[in-house]
């Protein structure tokens, strides 16, 4: 379907992860409904590691894999894509724009807007690049948290931004790949924002909010207070080092300690195990083996402590545990962990819920899904993008939006 601006109304989020590629399709109706028309996925079979390609050949076919699912349950042809991106490379930091109103009645219009932001772009490495750079608010001669400083007179204007970036390079990997088997790439976004656009509503943006997504090879976060983003990160730690640690810990194959965090895992040291055993029947050239119960959830809950402890000390350094009010939002296929929330519950002393997107039609039972959330956030991405190019193209300016 094209819209009045040549455009097509379907729109794709494709996260390629380090478990699974996953893929999913939505869809503008004429009055600006978001509708979910299919998901795919498919296995990354190894081409991916903490969120990064290392095999463009496996990840290919992963890809092409979850593309074709998608299309054949939404019954559309993919030709674009947004992209998530992550990796311990992508850093997140608060920066500040000035800008003098020269005008001669010192009236504020949007050339002057759009050059304040402009001034707010940091001056990065050569290898470094920019993938977001996301408004908090505008100052006016000295008055802070200005939301519309349009049509004020003013001889000095000031904005607060976050800008998230990466390594060039890095950013670019994945989007070769995905151009090599000729789908565009519309847009590039950072997961930890694609997260955060499926699960935070306005009033948790303004309330304040931290959203972890706990994924298989990273673990993305975000923090928005005051209606805006005020600071990410990405960590080098997910699910697929909990299973390492479950097999080294257990002498277990990788698939054994897979299977035994899946059916048998806990995020807490659950009293009512203590003395119960698990029997695994034996694979191929491998003993059969009994494993203590009471013992995996000890190595768990070692990995996952540790994994809160770092997203909390690094949060506690910035001074932000006190601006978040609205608690703790999980998504990412590490938020099925049972009693994952009662952990994070007692390390950041916060309440605690799975993330999940609360606003849209079609799908209802993938939305419920907190493995989705980036990919669903990035078809959100694309609504975001495609409204502020109609608000570009009508003269109005769309990276005001910028949430």
Known sequence: MIDMFGRSKIIVGLEIGTS??????GELDDDGNLNFLGVGKASSRGSVRKGEIINTDLA????????ADAEEKADIEIGSVYLGVTGTHIKGFNNRGVHPIASVDREIDEDDIRKVV??????????????????????????EGV????????????VEVHVVCGQTTRIQNPVRVVKGLGIEVEDVAFNGRACALATVTSHLSEQGVLVIDLGAGTTEYTVYFNGSLRHSGVLGVGGEHVSNDIGVGLKLSHGRAEKLKLEYGSAIINSNVVGRTVNFS??????????RVGHLHQIMNARLDELFHLV????????????IHGGVLLTGGGAHTPQIDVLCKRIFKMDVIAGRDLSENGLNNILDQPEYTAAIGLVKYGVQQMGQRRKASCGLLGWLVGR
Request: aromatic fraction near 2%; avoid cysteine.
């Open 20 to 25: 699974k590629v996953r893929a999913v399709v």
């Open 60 to 67: 290919e076919q992963a890809i092409r894999e979850a593309l």
């Open 118 to 143: 402009q001034n707010a772009q940091p001056q990065l490495p050569a290898d470094q690049d920019v993938l977001h750079t996301v408004r908090q608010h505008y100052g006016v001669d000295g008055q």
């Open 147 to 158: 939301e519309s400083p349009v049509g004020r007179l003013a001889s000095r204007l000031e």
């Open 282 to 291: 034996s694979d191929v050239g491998l003993d059969d083996k009994s494993v």
């Open 312 to 323: 909390r000390n690094r949060l506690a350094q910035e001074k932000l545990l006190k601006k």
